[in-house]
């Protein structure tokens, strides 16, 4: 049974930084491209960012280019997501999804982690 659970959410201000994780299991993990995706409150899911198997290619969405930092460790199974410069519009329930029979996609999904950029 594939399981991805996110962690490392948070109240942070302005400007801070947050680490998310992604820890995945019942899969192979290192077959896929895997995905960061978000959802702010009241508003529809967004891309963040993705990453593919051997982790040297990374590709960011417009809002988030130059701040967020996605990251995998094969070896441990899990996923990352660096957040600097954080700003109120980055708020929202953060999820990491990949594949099923496919290395891409978005097949499966954690429950996520809510990230809060408030002062």
């Known amino acids: 049974q594939v399981q991805l659970v996110e962690s490392g959410g948070g109240l942070v201000q302005p400007g801070g930084s947050l680490r998310l994780s992604c820890a995945a299991s019942g899969s192979s993990f290192g077959y896929y491209w895997v995905n960061w995706v978000r959802q702010a409150p009241g508003k529809g899911l967004e891309w963040v960012a993705i990453i593919n198997p051997g982790g040297d290619r990374v590709y960011y969405g417009d809002p988030v280019k130059g701040r967020f930092t996605i990251s995998r460790d094969n070896a441990k199974n899990t996923l990352y997501l660096q957040m600097n410069s954080l700003k109120p519009e980055d708020t929202a329930v953060y999820y990491c999804?990949?594949?099923?029979?496919?290395?891409?996609?978005?097949?499966?999904w954690g429950k996520g982690t809510l990230v809060t950029v408030s002062s």
């Open positions: 999804t990949h594949g099923g029979a496919r290395s891409y996609g978005m097949d499966y």
